[in-house]
Structure formats: structure tokens, C-alpha cells
């Protein structure tokens, strides 16, 4: 059963505490992507990675890591230095990342900052 | 900045009818265009995409381009209350290795029973 898969569904995260996301994925698919989305916005790109042990910032990097050690999984960090990191994340990937590739989600993880 | 408007919107239309989406983008070399189709609480889930003038047809979707006038959109025939979501488009730039997506907002539909 191929696909994209992220946990947790549901995140909760204390003022200056760091936080990973887990992205996953079968599809033998070599980019994958970051995204973020606050209510009402459409999706803005964090972090992306065309191959293995390889990423470029996006246009919100700032307050966020990733790594990609493994071509099936892209985590991301979260760190104390994101100021307002309450959101719905979301990991993308496509076959490779030229133009006509088409992105696939995984079902999201939603973060709350208490 | 590359921008992507969905500026119409929310759209109402009554179960059967043709719901029409659309959207403008800035970047006149964009070359690739893409609909999400995203419910409530969920993720987006790709149902079309064009790359080339005129119209795509999938099922009850078609997908329109007119490169000159920078537009493309997105016809729903036959809308079903199911079809009842947030509808983003999404535009690539010919960068060649490093083509990123740039998203609108979307557009909240709601199909009438």
C-alpha cells in the first residue's frame, strides 16, 4: 500500500521546547517537500529536497530544520526559534522536482503551541 | 514575488449545476498548473493537471488554460454535494531542477442538495 505518511496526526508543544514532525514515504518518489498552512492561507513551502543527503530553504525556513538521510524520510524540526509555530504541516513528494511533477500530500500533522 | 490569485470566492452553486473556478497567475513563463481539491481538516488531494493551452477533461472535471491571458481554471459539471471543499491551484515556474509550487488561497465551494 503506497503512500505518504505522517505523525503524529495531532502535536502539542510547550513555549521553547524543539519538536520533529515524521514524513515517510513508499513511493519511491527522490523530492520531497515541507509545507505549512494557517487558517484561510494557502500553503507556504518550509524546506525541500531533490535527492538523498541534499535540501534547499524555502520561503519560510527561518526557525525550522530538516534532513534527508534516507530517500523515504524527511523529517522536520521545529525549534524554539519559530516564533509563531502553531499550524497545519503537511509533506509533499513528486518523482523528481522538475516542472512537470506532480506533488502528493501525506494526511498532515497539526501543531498547537500551549 | 510569484503570486497565484483566487480571489473569487466563496462560491455557492445548487446540486447539478456547473461550478466554475478560477485562477490568475503573475509569472508569464509558468508552465506547469495543478488543482487541489481539500476537505475540511484534511490535505489537499491532486485532481487535475494542464501544461499545455485549452481545455483537459477528467471525468466530471475539466481544466482550462489560456497561457496569454495568464488564467486557468476549473469546471465541476454535475456538482454533487461531496464536491463541497476548498479548491486550490497551484502554479510551477520553469526552473528546471528546482521547480517549486506556488499555491493561492483557494476557493471555498459549497454545493446546495
Known amino acids: 500500500d503506497g503512500g505518504i505518511t505522517q505523525s503524529p496526526k495531532y502535536l502539542f508543544r510547550k513555549e521553547g521546547q524543539n519538536v520533529t514532525l515524521s514524513c515517510e514515504q513508499n513511493?519511491?518518489?527522490?523530492?520531497m517537500y515541507w509545507y505549512r498552512q494557517d487558517p484561510g492561507q494557502g500553503l507556504r513551502l518550509i524546506y525541500y529536497s531533490q535527492i538523498v543527503n541534499d535540501f534547499q530553504k524555502g520561503d519560510i525556513a527561518e526557525g525550522y530544520s530538516v534532513s534527508r538521510e534516507k530517500k523515504e524520510s524527511f523529517p522536520l524540526t521545529v525549534t524554539s526559534a519559530q516564533k509563531n509555530p502553531t499550524a497545519f504541516y503537511l509533506c509533499?513528494?513528486?518523482?523528481?522536482?522538475?516542472?512537470?511533477?506532480?506533488?502528493?500530500f501525506g494526511p498532515g500533522t497539526r501543531l498547537t503551541v500551549l | 514575488q510569484k503570486e497565484v490569485e483566487q480571489n473569487s470566492g466563496p462560491l455557492s452553486v445548487p446540486e447539478g449545476a456547473i461550478a466554475s473556478l478560477n485562477c490568475t497567475y503573475s509569472d508569464r513563463v509558468s508552465q506547469s498548473f495543478f488543482w487541489y481539491r481539500q476537505y475540511s481538516g484534511k490535505s489537499p488531494e491532486l485532481i487535475m493537471s494542464?501544461?499545455?493551452?485549452g481545455d483537459k477533461e477528467d471525468g466530471r472535471f475539466t481544466a482550462q488554460l489560456n497561457k496569454a491571458s495568464q488564467y486557468v481554471s476549473l469546471l465541476i459539471r454535475d456538482s454533487q454535494p461531496s464536491d463541497s471543499a476548498t479548491y486550490l491551484c497551484?502554479?510551477?515556474?520553469?526552473?528546471?531542477?528546482?521547480?517549486?509550487?506556488?499555491f493561492g488561497k483557494g476557493i471555498t465551494l459549497s454545493v446546495r442538495p
Open positions: 494542464i501544461y499545455s493551452n
Open positions: 497551484a502554479v510551477i515556474e520553469p526552473a528546471g531542477a528546482n521547480s517549486k509550487l506556488t
Open positions: 509533499a513528494s513528486s518523482l523528481s522536482s522538475g516542472s512537470y511533477n506532480e506533488q502528493f
Open positions: 513511493l519511491n518518489h527522490d523530492a
